[in-house]
């Protein structure tokens, strides 16, 4: 088996290993401005990686190129060495699935139909749901905490509900790489940690936008920070976040710290008189 390696920006160096996710040189342009310049990172096989960055900072456009939404400007995007571009709709659904900001809130739709969607992939045109989908639905809505809301229609749930039945649907997909962006948003705290548990615990290769850096911290295993449509630097929590990135990306004073419980970097804002503040 032939593997992949990254620089400290996260080029690729090397052909991607199978079920590898990679990000080869990616640029997107929209009048004449590069939201995404040249962006290259590896997602190895059952490997979580977080993607942050200030706003602006082109994640979610990024990450609208790794699902299809987005034809890059140039550089590609590989799903276990094959462009996702080349690849059939439903084939890339078998493989891929993708939990995203924007909520269809105008869905018409009982929550179960949601969910249920994420089984198309495996089905031929028209078939209905059988045993095992009802089965594989109601299990993902059992992991969100959702099985209650099962015969809810989906557009009168709270923003948090609705995020957690576009989880449920993404986990029926039953695809071996999920990308992910900002699924704790309306999330309570609780949602929040018991969301980003579930990623890990599934075993997935995932490339996850997040904005809570000790969110990131905690549950990633490697940190690809991106800065004005480019990767500034990709590793280990404790390699990336550090209080010389802090100021130099996000521009804020913090101290960066060992949690006392888990070891991983814990970051602290520092308020008031500091070098970016008006105090």
Same mark, same amino acid.
Not at 6 to 25: C, I, N, R, Y
Not at 35 to 44: F, T
Not at 203 to 211: D, F, N, R, S, Y
Not at 215 to 224: G, M, T, V
């Given at each position: ?51 942050v960055g200030p706003n602006g900072a ?19 995007? @590989?799903?276990?060495? *094959?462009? /996702? %571009? =080349?690849?059939?709709?439903?084939? +890339? ?6 939990? #995203? ?10 929550v179960y139909d949601v969910v249920a ?75 929040? @940690?018991?969301?980003? *548990?579930? /990623? %890990? =615990?599934?075993?997935?290769?995932? +490339? ?6 000790? #969110? ?64």
């Open positions: 088996m032939t593997r992949s390696t990254a620089t400290k920006t996260g080029a690729v160096t090397a052909t991607a290993a199978p079920g590898t996710l990679v990000v080869e040189d990616v640029s997107v342009v929209v009048e004449g401005r590069a939201l995404v310049d040249r962006a290259s990172m590896c997602v190895s096989p059952g490997e979580v990686v977080g993607l082109g994640k979610s456009t990024l990450l609208r190129t790794v699902y299809r939404a987005l034809r890059p400007t140039s550089g590609r995007v @590989l799903l276990d060495g *094959r462009d /996702v %571009r =080349r690849m059939s709709g439903k084939s +890339l659904a078998r493989q891929l699935a993708a939990v #995203l900001q924007e909520s269809a809130a105008d869905f018409e739709l009982s969607m994420g089984r198309t992939p495996h089905k031929r045109p028209f078939d209905g749901d059988d045993a095992d989908d009802r089965a594989i639905v109601m299990a993902a809505l059992d992991e969100l905490e959702a099985a209650g809301l099962a015969q809810a229609p989906f557009n009168r749930l709270s923003g948090g509900e609705k995020q957690r039945v576009l989880i449920a649907r993404a986990l029926a997909q039953r695809a071996g790489t999920m990308v992910l962006d900002e699924p704790t948003n309306h999330l309570d705290l609780r949602h929040q @940690l018991d969301t980003l *548990r579930l /990623v %890990r =615990r599934l075993g997935v290769t995932a +490339l996850v936008a997040l904005h809570d850096l000790n #969110l990131a911290a905690a549950f990633c295993d490697r940190i690809c920070v991106m800065d004005d449509g480019r990767v500034a630097t990709t590793g280990s929590p404790a390699e990336v976040l550090t209080v010389e990135l802090l100021a130099g990306v996000y521009r804020v004073d913090a101290e960066v710290t060992k949690h006392p419980r888990t070891g991983v970097p814990h970051i602290t804002l520092l308020s008031g008189g500091d070098r970016f503040g008006k105090g």
